[in-house]
């Protein structure tokens, strides 16, 4: 006890002497820790500040955008190579190559509420009515009213089930046969709105332009409309019904409506149904029927479309047309809904290639019908017969194969009358 | 005192022992902290050097930047859409809608002295003679020399106010009846310099491809040129003059030059006054005048431009046009001027729509004139007036209306001689 | 010694107290810092994990990428605008400019394993066989079995050197007289494959179009190969041999089959020997064969080409064509090798302008030589001179300088034939 007195008399004055001075050091230098850790939080934050590039959600593309997700900017786009073999009757239809869609879009978000988007499909398919060379996408929408968007510019007026879907979702390569009563693209003003079990839109447009339009003459106009109900939309259990209708009124000066079908494969030139130029129309009412269903891998769909014509120099004609099509999901996959635009949206498979999966394998059948022959005017009809496989290598990558056969062809006085040919379609699709 | 002595004496040596064991850990512990922070610091200024992502001032774009600044890169365009009513006479306008403006640019600096831009049109308004679909901006150029520019490749030859100004920042949806006499883009050399309160810009350049130019005949050439020079530059206080000159050689085997003006609106393919295809045209020589002053919430500005042909085996002709304007910001804004191009810049709105203000509105009127009537070419004389309210949602984003009454038509002989239409013409403007 | 115990005895009691306090303190302050650093780790770990972009490797560009490298998104594009002067005899070429090349390319990786690419060329130059607007590369390439590397959609077929080569690389303006032996770029599918010293690349592919292909017909098809081997592949040191073969079937219904050069300069519309449009054809055969190497500044390159047609109603015909060519760089650069693909890649300046340094200058001169006169084709001989002065100022910006002199044209009954004209072009090339 003595020698630790002794001892702590002795030599605890060296020691805290020297503790004194290393706690001052310590002290100093933690501190100084302090600073450096204050700053480089500040460079962190800065570099965070500057950093507007994150991942896009489904992992397929790359999207810029502002800390406050109040300004957005992204680019991408898509490439669809198509080869097609055609077992030919009497009409030749021309085995071969196509680019059948060369994508590129840019869109955003401005100022919060403002999204724009600008696409331009830069491939050259001259032949197809709806799809050619040219500005698909370009408008601005509002959002600041959300769920009701304004758009105004050039977009899809709203009508009919397929017709709204992109292409990258849809269950076959091309649409089907009725698909030739839809509007399409045109400048004007849209309005849509939507609730847990329902999507309705609205709009008014400029004529899409087909072949020389005279300047002179006042240009058409079109008014359509797409309402749309489901009453499930669990993933993996939605009933859609929907319904669409479009006036059109063409042009003043002459017009150049027509309506024309190619074989569900868009490689041949060929379209077998064509009504020709139809010249003194002066308004045309198409409505259409919907109806789908998604249960497991199971998914059914059907729509069904009419175009009446009034003509004051000859009988009013009316056209029309119809699909139903199965589609099963081998791998398990269910195709997802989205009930804000009441369409079906993109398949993601359970399992990538490339990350330890086989993708997703689909097997499809569908039935069209098209009859554009009345009043007069044979446009011929045609009813086709396709069976599809479809393998999903990734969300955005897709191998497609194709059967067509034409089951009927009534096109009386045309070469093609009562051909019967099939066609095999195989695509390469990409988006990026 | 003993007491504490003896507790000096009886505890310190366990406290010690402790204290300095706590010494040792936090010397550890705080020489821990430091290495890791390094790392972290290291860290951090990695990820930096790998951010070249940073918003662009303006706010309504994207730009990736490398840290230094010596190297960017930025991708941008715009869409504007048209809609347009005329109330016609007997040579019909025709109602329509119309994609006025669809473009996508990149661009970037290398090196940091060289700079680069790369634009092209998708809009087709084949009908137009200076906006059709095409490459717009294509050039390099060397700004190591800065305030002194030289540019190579495709770009717009110097010429008039409202010629260079972007199309982006005109007050009316259409330029200038009068703004035919300019020389638009060509593939050459330009040099342009400026001052505290001067520009001065020259080009040398080849012809404008117009229609079908036969490949073996040489190609004509432009020289142009421009200066400017204000006064006063002070924010809401603009005094500005300028001139230009513009020699034109046409290609040696025969020549499509033609003049020709729409009455303003761009959704009509009609041509009001048009010289027709003039062959024989030696070369010719035009010149600008231009006057503008900004004086807070009012802007005024005035072109006038003439253009005097040489022909061999005719007489020679003159033509000439020029307009004047007047604008008012009901808001208070006032049009921001850019002296090292000589032009008027980008209106800023002082509360954005979506930012909490109701944007920046604009009322403004126009007397233009064009007189391509000489010589035995009968081209025809228009006067228009123009009013204006254009709503500037944000610095991008813009809604404009346009009223133009053609007050005068002299074009004997032909359909719209002495005809008065008047058109609205709306405009939907977004830049990104 | 008493002092000091006295005053250890008296002062320390107070000083432990403070200093236990201080070390109370000091833990408590470390745990703080050590916790705030954890949060700061992490904070940047998300920073970084969201932060994809990051410079390009040559310093011209930007690119998009993961933090894994398995996703990845690039923009970019070329410009390239010409000047040329002829001293033309009875054949007019027509001075001028011309936008040469005008593209915008988006590529990018997804999934790893999977690049794609799509570039548009936006330049006009209807008049050029092979390079005219439209969809260049627009194709899928799955590398998981890399090096071999299976491509889908449309690509540039293997064959020959200079037509493999980008023309970002290219010693002179053009390619030589006898590329127009060539597939280019083909809708189909494609392998390759490479070694260290061998390169080997195959692929089947669709007709490419050649104005108006009627749709009925069958579209053609074309198979080519391309084999090189390099001995010696180190920098400054290169030997490098390669063959190629293509063999083509046109389409059934007629054929739009044409072989024709313009005279080593693309501003002139004028090709000065042109087969003319060849019926008949039921299949050619083309095979080249090429050696060039690289001894430090020197490059030697030559290459040979034939092909040889079958036709049914007509004697076969047999076509050739051949350059040789030796550059120089003054500033001691080398022409660097890619052995993946069997051919020359960018010249990087040992000190590009702006970077201290005046870049890199090369002198090269060409003979090159295509002979389309066979069997009643009277598509004409001829044999030019090039010589070249090339700036690289930096990786991606180039000026040209290249006189090219037909050194002998013989095709008879043309205007044409014997004319001995020269011509000088200037490029500007930058590429981003």
């Given amino acids: 006890m003595a020698l630790d007195t002794a001892y702590a008399a002795d030599t605890p004055p060296v020691d805290l002497a020297a503790m004194q001075q ?3 050091q310590l002290e100093s230098l933690v501190g100084k820790l302090q600073s450096e850790l204050d700053t480089e939080r500040t460079a962190r934050q800065r570099v965070e500040a500057n950093t507007w590039v994150r991942p896009v959600t489904d992992g397929k593309s790359l999207k810029m955008q502002s800390p406050s997700g109040d300004f957005s900017f992204q680019m991408g786009g898509r490439i669809e190579a198509d080869f097609a073999h055609y077992n030919q009757d009497r009409q030749k239809l021309g085995d071969g190559t196509d680019m059948r869609r060369a994508r590129l879009y840019a869109q955003g978000t401005l100022y919060r509420d403002w999204d724009w988007k600008f696409e331009y499909e830069f491939a050259d398919n001259s032949t197809s009515s709806t799809n050619s060379k040219g500005i698909t996408d370009a408008y601005l929408r509002y959002k600041g009213f959300a769920p009701l968007l304004i758009t105004a510019g050039n977009f899809k007026q709203p009508f009919g089930l397929e017709q709204m879907m992109s292409a990258h979702n849809l269950t076959f390569t091309e649409r089907a046969l009725s698909q030739t009563f839809v509007p399409g693209r045109g400048i004007g003003i849209g309005v849509q709105g939507s609730g847990a079990h329902w999507s309705l839109a609205g709009a008014a447009a400029g004529e899409r332009p087909e072949g020389d339009v005279a300047a002179e003459g006042d240009e058409g106009w079109n008014l359509s409309a797409r309402g749309t109900f489901a009453p499930f939309v669990d993933p993996g259990r939605v009933l859609h019904f929907g319904a669409s209708a ?10 150049a409506l027509r309506w024309r079908s190619k074989p569900e494969s868009n490689v041949t030139g060929v379209f077998l149904v064509d009504t020709g130029q139809l010249t003194g129309v002066d308004d ?41 099509q199965a589609s099963w999901f081998l791998t398990g996959e269910t195709r997802p809904y989205k009930v804000a635009d009441g369409i079906f949206d993109r398949v993601t498979p359970k399992a990538s290639v490339g990350l ?13 019908d098209v009859d554009l022959t009345d009043a007069g005017i044979v446009g011929g009809q045609q009813r086709d017969l396709t069976l599809a496989l479809n393998w999903y290598l ?17 096109r009386p006085g045309n070469l093609a009358d009562d051909d019967e040919p099939s066609s095999l379609t195989g695509r390469l699709h990409v988006d990026f």
């Fill in 22 to 24: 290393r706690l001052d």
């Fill in 246 to 255: 479009w006036r059109h009124e063409p042009q003043d000066s002459g017009n």
């Fill in 284 to 324: 045309f009412l198409a409505s259409a029927a919907e109806a789908a269903g998604v249960w497991g891998p199971l998914s059914l769909q059907a729509e069904y479309m009419r175009a009446n014509l009034t003509r004051a120099k000859a009988r009013d004609a009316s056209f029309d047309g119809w699909y139903a």
């Fill in 356 to 368: 330890g999966g086989w993708g997703a394998w689909e097997v499809a059948a569908r039935l069209s």
């Fill in 394 to 410: 990734a969300p955005n990558l897709r191998l497609m194969l194709d059967y067509v056969r034409v089951l009927e062809l009534d």
